[in-house]
Structures are given as C-alpha cells and as structure tokens.
DNA sequence: TGTTGCCTACCTACTAGTAGGAAGTTAAGT
DNA sequence: ACTTAACTTCCTACTAGTAGGTAGGCAACA
C-alpha cells in the first residue's frame, strides 16, 4: 500500500521523479517540501545534505534495478526473452509516463558537476547494467539465439547507448513510441539469421 | 581570432561551454561574469533575462551545425563519407574535450523545464539532424552504397540515438573512446554487404 | 545627441543548511 | 503501574550565500 510508505520513502520518491524530470540541480527542498506536506528542516532530518539524499536515491535505485532484473531471470530463462521484458519494462515506464527517464542516465549527463559519492555511483549503475547486458548476449550467443558481430561486451554497450538515446529522442519528440521503434529493430538485429 | 571575438560572443561561448557541462539549471550569471571578467549586469545588458540567453545560444548552435554540415556537403560528395565525417567530429569534439556532449543533447534531457522558447528550439534542432541523416541515408541507398534494414527515416533516428547514447556512455565511464567503439560498428552495419 | 557597453549598487526570492524545541514512542528501572 | 531516559519525527525560526533581475550613472563613440 501507497499509505505506508515512510517519509523517506516518500521523500526519495518525489526527488526521483524530480530528478528525472530536471537532473541533479533541477529540484531543490523547497520543492520536496511543497509536494509532500513537511517543512524542509525535516527532510533535512532524514537526509542532511543534498548529496546524501541523492547518494541514498540511486542507491535505493541500484538496488530496485539490480532485483527487477534478478526476478526477469527467474520468470524468463531464455535471454532473448529477457532482452525483451527489459526494453518492454521501459517502454510501459515512458508510455504511462511513470518514469520516463532513466536516473542514472539523467545524472551521467551532468556527471562532470556531481558530488563524487553520487557520480561514482552513477558509473557504478553504468558498468552494472553493461555487465548484465553483455552476459545475457552471452548467453545468447552461446546457445545460438543472438549471432554477434563483436565481443557481447561491445555489443552491450552498443545496445545500452541505443537504449538511452532512444528515451533522449522520445523525450526530445514528446513521442513515446519513438523508444520502441528505436530500440526494438537493435534487438531484432542480434536475433541469429 | 579569438580576440576579436564579442564580448555577446564571448559569453555565448562560456554559457555554451557550461551547458554541456551541467544543463540549463547548472550555470548562473555569476559563473560566467567570473569567467570572463565581467559584471554580471553586464550580462544581463546582453542577454536580458536567462532564457533569452540560452535561446540565442541554441540559435547560434544550430547556424553554426547547419553551416557545418552544409560546407561537409561541399567537401564531401559520397554520403559513406559524409556520414563517417559527422562521427568524426564528434570524436575530436569528445577526444579534445572541446565540447564533450551536443548542447540540444543535453537541454532535451531538462525538456519537461526549459523554458518554451527554448524547448521548441530543442526539438528543431533535433528533427534537423533527423532529417539530414535521414536524406545522407536515402541518397546513399539510391546509390546502392547502402543496404537499409528500414525506412531512412527510421534508420535515421536509430542512428542519431546511437550517437547521443555513445556520448552518454563515454562521459559515465570517463572514456572518450567508448564513443567511437559504439557508433562505429552501427555505420558499418549501414554499409551494403 | 543619442547609443553602446560597462559599471556600482541594490532588490526580492530562493538556496542549502542549522539551532533548538514540542510531541509522541519505546524501553528499561523501580 | 509509574517514572525516567533515550530516541524519533517534525516543527518554527533563522542563517549565510546565491539566484535572476533592475535602476541609474559614466565614458566612449557615431
């Protein structure tokens, strides 16, 4: 249930839908204060500085990524079917407008002016999900499912630079389906022929 | 010369050199009067109001990719080539660190809080490099340079999001080379085989 | 004479962050 | 059962500093 969500929660909810709206310099307090009914001192309570509160937002992130994509290996077992449910589950996030950006993308754009606990945690997030995408192309390939051109590490990156362009250009066009029409010929194409 | 150079230019310059580094929400009057020695009134004798600077900025930006691409035309007749020229200069941008990321790039990611001015700028910029990828792509087609999977249209915007996810990618990991690594092997799949 | 470019001085609103206290909760100690 | 102490959450009230923006003046120049 929605109600019983603590304040922390709610106050790392609202800052991560502001964060994904505007970046790391894009809310501010005030802003948490005013979406969710307490005054600033008391979040400054729950998280002293901005920094904090931030590091503490991609590292509850981190973690949410890090079980959804444990829960796809165990509902799906064929990676081309993983690959799948991942560019699904962000074109639903885009399409409802729930989380049409990803975190970690928005604050490595600013990376260069990020407290270095946050940006770490950033490039953290990066080299995790490439990980994960190289090993489910991996795995593919292995079995025979994918036929790749380069290194599963290449073609990780090559497919996670698609993904986060594609959430760019649907943000840039205010067209949704821009991301699926991007990313789904990308997938296509590692489909062995 | 750079001497010669505005002091409105001189700002713009700045102004565009900070928007790169942390979007519309990461720079302020006072940080380009400290970068160049000037009152931040002064600015504002310039550029009355914020949103009236990054607007010009972006005008200027998009004249400068349009005259780019234009005289790229001139030299260059082959669309391959053509193509292998813009990466190119992305390259060197994000190699020597001269401007590591695309201005519109990073203002589409603030999209949903740009002022409108700005915004609708934005998204001209991007349907303009749509479109000039999307004819580099169906010109070279015609000529049997290369064999497309989809429309020019949609090869276009998978290509521009492949270039803006590379960038992404190499300012998370901090290395300038992963740009090239990714967009590379997507013209080259582009390539009639 | 008016215009351009820059200045000093200032304004209001907002930024992150702090001090100190009120209210309620929990867990012993007697 | 009653008290006390420690802790949590939130509050009002405040700070120093920064945000974008304004008013008015001065000097150079057309």
């Given at each position: 249930m929605k109600s019983t969500a603590s304040t922390s929660e709610k106050i790392l909810d609202i800052a991560q839908s502001l964060i994904v709206a505007?970046?790391?310099?894009?809310?501010?307090y005030a802003d948490i204060s005013a979406a969710i009914g307490i005054r600033k001192a008391s979040i400054h309570h729950h998280f002293p500085t901005k920094a904090e509160l931030v590091s503490a937002l991609v590292d509850r992130y981190r973690q949410q990524t890090e079980a959804g994509l444990k829960s796809l290996h165990e509902r799906i077992s064929d990676p081309a079917g993983q690959l799948q449910a991942y560019v699904n589950y962000w074109h639903s996030c885009i399409g409802d407008a729930s989380?049409?950006?990803c975190v970690c993308a928005m604050l490595a754009g600013e990376m260069q002016m990020l407290p270095e606990e946050v940006a770490s945690q950033v490039r953290a997030h990066f080299h995790g999900l490439a990980a994960w995408l190289a090993s489910v192309l991996r795995s593919g390939a292995e079995n025979g499912l994918f036929r790749l051109d380069k290194p599963p590490e290449e073609e990780a990156h090559m497919l996670m630079a698609s993904v986060h362009g594609a959430m760019l250009s649907a943000r840039a066009f205010g067209d949704p389906g821009l991301f699926i029409l991007i990313v789904a010929p990308q997938i296509d194409r590692l489909r062995a022929r």
């Open positions: 505007g970046g790391y310099n894009g809310f501010s989380m049409p950006f």
